[in-house]
Structure formats: C-alpha cells, structure tokens
C-alpha cells in the first residue's frame, strides 16, 4: 500500500509538472515545433475571418490605394444552425433568399458572399446589428495595377526570424507573417512589415456554435500611426492606360516606363509577361524594365552625346552606304549623309567611325558620356536612409554595361558593335528613359523615383525622399543638339511614319537589337520624350519578341501619347 501510495504521489507530481510546462512555462513556444499554446487555444474555441493581414499600403501619388478593396458581405457558418432575417438580408442586397442559402453549403470557415455591395447597402446591413452578418471593405487581387513594380509577398520563417530577430522575440510577427520578396514590397519591407492583422472573429462551442451572449467582434491590432503607408509617385489612372496601351498592341514579352521630366519621378511602368499569384517566383516573376538588355540603335545617342561634345560638327558627312565595319556595302545604300542626318536614319557606319575616333582620343569616353547623361551606373534612388546606408527604391535594378572587358577599347570590331548597342551592352529602359529625361529636361542628370513619400496610417508624413541631382551634366548647347537630332528621327527618319502625326510633338530614337542568326525574333525600342518644345513625359516603349514586319514599340508609344494628350485637354 505503500508503495502503491508513493506511485500515485509521483503520478501526481508528474501531472502537476507537465501542467506548470503547458500552462506557464513553454506556452508560446511549446516542444520543438514552438507551437503557440495560448493562440492554438484561442484558435480551438474561435472561428475568425482576416479582413486585413495588417502589411502596410501602397498608395498612388494622389494617395489612393494601388491594390483594390470592394464593400463585401461576410458571412459566419453558424448561421445556418439558427434563425435569422436571411431574406430580409437578401432583399438589401438585391438577390433571392434560395441563393443565399446555397451559398452556405459545404462552408465550414467564415466567407465572402460572391457580390459585391454598394455603400448604401453596407450601412443598412450592419446598422441591422445581425450576429454573424458583417459588411466589410474587403482588399481583393482582382486585376491589380503595377504589379511588377510593387511586388510580392510571401511567408519564409527563416528569413523572417533572422531578418527581424527583435521583433520575432517580442511576438510581434511569427512564422505566417508576410515578408516583401520583389519591388516595393520587398525594398520598403520594414516599413510595411505586418505586426498583427484585422480580423473578425466569435468564441464557438464544440459543435461550432457561437457561445451565448457573444457577438462576432471586430478585432484590430492597428492603431492610428501603423502600420505606414508608402505613397508612390504612379498614377493609377495613366498606369491603367499605359498596360492597355502594351496589352492592346499585342506586347506580351516587353514593358513601357514612363517619366515626369521635370521631378524625374516613376509615373508608370509595365513589363509583361505577367506572373501568377499562385507562382510568383516563376515565369514572368522578373520586372524586366529594370534589368539590362541591348538597347540596339537607342544607345546611339550616347555616341552622338559624345561627338557633339568633342566639337563633331553636324556638317561633316558619311559614308552611309557602308556595312558597319565599313569594309563593304550595307544592307541599306543612304549616301553620304550628315551626322544629324546619320542619327535620324540609324546609320551604323556613322556610329562606328565615331566610336573609333572618340575611343582613340579618350578610351573612358563612352562612360563619362554616360555618367552626363545620367545612366552610367543604376538610376534608381539610392541614398542613406536611417541605418541603412545604400537604401535602393529599385532594389531589383541591374547596373549597366557598356564593355565586359578593357581590352575590347582596343579591338576594331568590338568598339563597332558596342557603337551600335550590340555585343556586352546592356543599358534597362528605366535607365534609357532617364536618359531620354535627362535630355529632354535640359541636361541636368537625376535618379529616378518612385517612392515620394512614407506616411503614418493617419495620412501625416513619416519622412520624405528628397531629390538627387548629379553634378556631372553636358554643356547646354550639346544638349540643344541632341534635341534637335531626336526631333529629326520623327520628322524624316526612322520614326516619321509611325509618329509624326501625332497631335503631341514627339523626340526620340528607335532601335533594333539583333539576338542572334538562329533567332526568329529581335528587341525593338522606341525612347523618347513629349511634348518637344515643352518636354513633360519621357517613354520608352520596348518588345523583346518582335519578328520581321512587326512594330508594336511604336504603336504602344503613339497610343500612350495620345492618351496622355486626351487626358490633359
């Protein structure tokens, strides 16, 4: 009996211990998998519904929100256990009381009804005070704007833990909470980080019913100052019509980038394809307008920058009827051709000759050129913010190429095919039209923004993003020549029969960058700026997947000025 005695007083102790372990001890991080006793009790005798996963917004530059909310009707599952006005409910919102019935089968969680509601029809229902009947702004996905340059998010624990340790250590986010993996969401990831969601829930029995007394609540960790909002310096209203512009046209491999010239701030931006928010690392996950590719006969205008600055006049003639290497006849016979002349045909001989005299003189020469013109390293803002001293608003952005080694300054053939954008070459459109920017604004070179501002939740500003010039510009007579010669491209070269009609006067170069004698397809640009006596927009319209006869670039471009001309009549 003793001994019997002495095993029930250690099975006692043992039950009491492994109580003081499950209810004071390890109850947020119980066994190796750090379950959450508390909030796995909590979630055992609850039913809720996440309204908002509390990730901070993004907003367009007239403060409206870039992703979409639509007044919903939510719905709990217990409701089909009980009476309630369910045809009153169906008679405020315009539907039969049999579909809504139907649209409880099979519902074990809460649920959105599968309609949208008018803000009249929200205030009647929730001014009903019915238990588990809520009318709420619900964020949807459908058909957002800027995917690309917003980007995504998605859940990595590991990440999350060692990124934040502080935070993680506080319980303020956990291994659900979303972390920023592309665009603005993942540059602006601290400031947009989670720390608790929006969600309704109610305390259910064990058959799932609510306990009595117990309405369905409204539960917020927010207050008035988080989480922050980032106000973007997009137009929802011009990025709309800029992707149905590329859509239209039939671009599905290519993108556009649109510029206020005059702040040097991100309007708009397109790359195509489009990923799935199923798979949002996978195919077209890249935003391809910040990555570098040949820019073809777009890079031209460096070449020209840097003749008209080493006092090339535009008089002096060439030799227009030569192949590139100018051992031979080209594919086009145009002449002897002026320099001004050469640039708004494309001829290739002209270029290459210049490169070579402009190297000889000075092998650093295209780089400077670059660095004037704004886009001899990434042009995105990029400045110290806080603890972080290279804070990048295009965390994504590639940096340029012009030679992938030194000893090509010194090969013929290889200064020819980089005049021409080909070879290493590679330049993103975002830095082409900060290039276009930089000319059309007069020569002064600035970084790109797309970010003006953090706000508190309230609308009261965090901090603001100042605007960076560089100090190194060209001359303002260089610059007056570069304008004039990307006129002359629409007026009687190689963009007059696509855009010399418009009701805008229209700047720019077009280019073609060959990928290969075993590709069916090549990329075709068109950089420009608009209007020409007063620039206002610099665009560049660009298709990766162009095949012969094709000129899609130029059509998205027309299409945009026109929107943009119509808009602002």
């Known amino acids: 009996m003793i001994g019997i005695g002495l095993l029930l007083v250690c099975g006692m102790f043992l039950l009491i211990g492994r109580l003081i372990q499950l209810q004071l001890v390890e109850t947020e991080s119980y066994s190796k998998h750090h379950i959450n006793l508390i909030e796995a009790s909590i979630n055992q005798r609850t039913q809720s519904y996440v309204l908002d996963e509390g990730r901070g917004t993004i907003l367009d530059r007239n403060g409206i929100p870039m992703s979409e909310s639509i007044p919903s009707l939510v719905l709990f599952p217990f409701l089909k256990e009980r009476e309630w006005p369910l045809e009153e409910v169906a008679q405020i919102i315009n539907v039969t009381p049999e579909s809504l019935e139907r649209s409880f089968e099979g519902q074990l969680q809460p649920f959105t009804f599968d309609k949208s509601l008018t803000i009249d029809q929200m205030k009647e229902i929730n001014e009903q005070s019915i238990p588990g009947v809520y009318a709420v702004h619900k964020p949807v996905n459908k058909n957002p704007l800027a995917t690309h340059v917003i980007g995504t998010v998605r859940p990595n624990p590991e990440l999350i833990q060692s990124k934040y340790p502080e935070k993680w250590a506080e319980g303020s986010i956990d291994e659900e909470t979303k972390l920023g993996i592309s665009g603005l969401q993942l540059a602006f990831d601290p400031f947009l980080l989670s720390e608790g969601d929006t969600t309704l829930l ?18 917020s960790s927010t207050d008035s100052f988080y989480p922050l909002q980032v106000k973007t310096t997009l137009d929802t ?13 039939g671009i599905t491999n290519g993108g556009a980038v649109l510029i ?13 394809p489009l990923f799935g928010s199923e798979d949002p690392l996978g195919k077209g996950a890249m935003n391809q307008m910040v990555k570098g590719y040949f820019p073809g006969s777009v890079f031209k205008t460096i070449i020209l920058a840097a003749a008209y600055e080493n006092e090339v006049k535009d008089t002096r003639l060439f030799d227009c009827d030569q192949n590139l290497y100018r051992d031979g006849i080209g594919n086009r016979t145009l002449g002897m051709l002026s320099l001004k002349d050469s640039f708004a045909q494309s ?13 000889k003189t000075d092998p650093d ?53 980089t005049a021409i954008g080909q070879l290493n070459v590679k330049l993103s459109p975002l830095a082409i039209g900060n290039m276009m920017a930089t000319i059309g604004r007069g020569g002064e070179a600035k970084d790109v923004k797309v970010v003006s501002d953090i706000l508190y939740r309230n609308g009261t500003t965090f901090l603001s993003f100042k605007e960076i010039s560089h100090d190194e510009n060209l001359s303002k007579n260089v610059i007056k020549s570069l304008q004039k010669s990307l006129r002359e491209v629409v007026v009687s070269g190689t963009g007059n029969a696509y855009l010399n009609d418009l009701p805008i006067q229209v700047a720019g170069k077009s ?15 068109f950089a420009g700026y608009f209007p020409y006596d007063s620039p206002k927009y610099a665009l560049v319209v660009v298709d990766f997947e162009r095949k012969e006869k094709q000129y899609r670039a130029y059509e998205a471009f027309a299409t945009v000025v026109k929107d943009l001309y119509q808009n602002e009549r």
Request: hydrophobic share 35%; with cysteine; aromatic share 10%.
């Open 202 to 219: 109610y305390h259910a029995d064990r058959q799932g019913n609510p306990l009595l007394g117990l309405d369905v609540k409204y539960f």
């Open 260 to 272: 206020d010239i005059d702040s040097n701030n991100l309007i708009g931006m397109v790359s195509r």
């Open 237 to 249: 209203k011009i990025q709309k019509n800029l992707e149905e512009a590329i859509d239209d046209s």
């Open 347 to 359: 001829c290739n001989a002209t270029f290459t000759q210049l490169a070579e005299e402009l190297i």
């Open 511 to 525: 280019g073609t960058a060959e990928l290969g004698e075993d590709v069916s397809f090549d990329h075709q640009w």
């Open 365 to 417: 020469v295209i780089e400077k050129t670059a660095e004037k013109l704004g886009v001899e390293t990434t042009v995105g803002w990029e400045d110290k913010l806080y603890h972080y001293e290279n804070f990048k608003q295009f965390p994504d952005e590639s940096s340029p190429i012009f030679f992938k080694d030194e000893k090509d300054k010194r090969i013929r053939k290889a200064i020819d095919q």
